[in-house]
Each structure stands twice: as structure tokens, then as C-alpha cells.
């Protein structure tokens, strides 16, 4: 998905959450956060707390705050995909993430 349409579905981070990123000296997004997936993707969504580290999955009844690499997918002119590593749906890829996927190389 070189410019398609995001899910956006939108979530707030927990207190525990938030908790738990402080506890561990992350400064991640501010707490309402939404789906980076392609819209009509599955039933779980992701979003990047921290970017490029942790990322918050959640579906109905189920949150998971986790750390995941980023997805290695790479476009043909060099750009990263901005999703983590495994996700459903097409690849996401962004000028604004470029640098940050240089820096893995």
C-alpha cells in the first residue's frame, strides 16, 4: 500500500499502560493512538506507542502493549514500510520514514 487508506481506529492508552512505558523511561505518542493497518485488515489493530519499538495490539476483549522491529519490507525506492514486523494487510511505506530505516542498515 504505497498511499492507501489507514483503518485510524482509535484507542486511549491505560494507566497501566502508560505505567509501564514511564517505568521503563519511554517517552512514546500521547495517549489516544490509532491503527497504522490498512483499512479492511483483520480484527486486530496495531498502533506505534514509541516508534519503531513498541507498538500497542488490540481487538475486542484483548490489549497487547509489546516491543516488535519494524517491518523489513522495503520499497523499490529504498523507503521502509512503517508498519512492525508481521502485520496484516499491505505495506506502508513513507518519505518520513526513510532516515529511520537507513539507521537500521
Known sequence: MAEGVLCRESVELSGRERSV???M???GTGSELYCALEAGHGHEHVAPVVVGEWWL???PGRRV???RAE???V???GVGCSGPGGHE???RFTPADAARHAERR
Request: hydrophobic share 35%; glycine share 10%; with cysteine.
Open 21 to 23: 512505558l514511564r517505568s
Open 25 to 27: 523511561a519511554l517517552r
Open 57 to 59: 495490539r488490540w481487538w
Open 65 to 67: 502493549l509489546e516491543s
Open 71 to 73: 517491518c523489513e519490507a
Open 75 to 77: 520499497s523499490e525506492t
Open 89 to 91: 494487510g499491505g505495506h
